[in-house]
């Protein structure tokens, strides 16, 4: 079975955007706000919805990230996810979070490699450094 989702990682300030989740295994991880592309949505309307919902901010798209693909299984079902990325700006703090996040945390950038413990993304970390330090030495 293949899921496509879209996401976001949200940088303001030199700090990102991080939700706390419950995930499918029943562990407790910090990541970054992401979901499922509805039918009749583009893949940046999907990744601004999910940060949205997930997070209370609505957000600005800056760039595309790239993809991530993983594989998992779930209820004897085997799933490969590929999920597209964008680097994001918060625009305006519009509610709270939705169910499925137990909170969300404001984190330095340079400090965010503790808090995350998927592979998949301290990969993206690593995008947001090289693009991050690419537009300080620009200035």
Aim: charged share 30%; hydrophobic share 40%; aromatic share 10%.
């Amino acid at each position: 079975m293949n899921e496509f989702s879209a996401g976001g990682v949200i940088v303001k300030d030199k700090k990102l955007l991080i939700v706390k989740v419950k995930n499918l295994s029943g562990k407790i991880a910090w990541t970054f706000p992401k979901g499922h592309i509805e039918k009749s949505e583009t893949i940046e309307n999907a990744a601004l919805r999910e940060v949205s919902e997930e997070t209370g901010y609505n957000c600005e798209i800056i760039k595309p990230l790239g993809k991530t693909q993983y594989n998992f299984r779930h209820k004897n079902k085997f799933i490969s996810k590929k999920v597209v990325w964008f680097l994001m700006s918060p625009l305006k703090k519009i509610g709270i979070h939705d169910h499925e996040i137990l909170t969300t945390r404001w984190v330095k950038i340079n400090e965010a490699k503790r808090y995350l413990k998927y592979p998949l993304d301290k990969k993206l970390l690593e995008k947001v450094f090289q693009f991050h330090n690419f537009t300080i030495l620009k200035k």
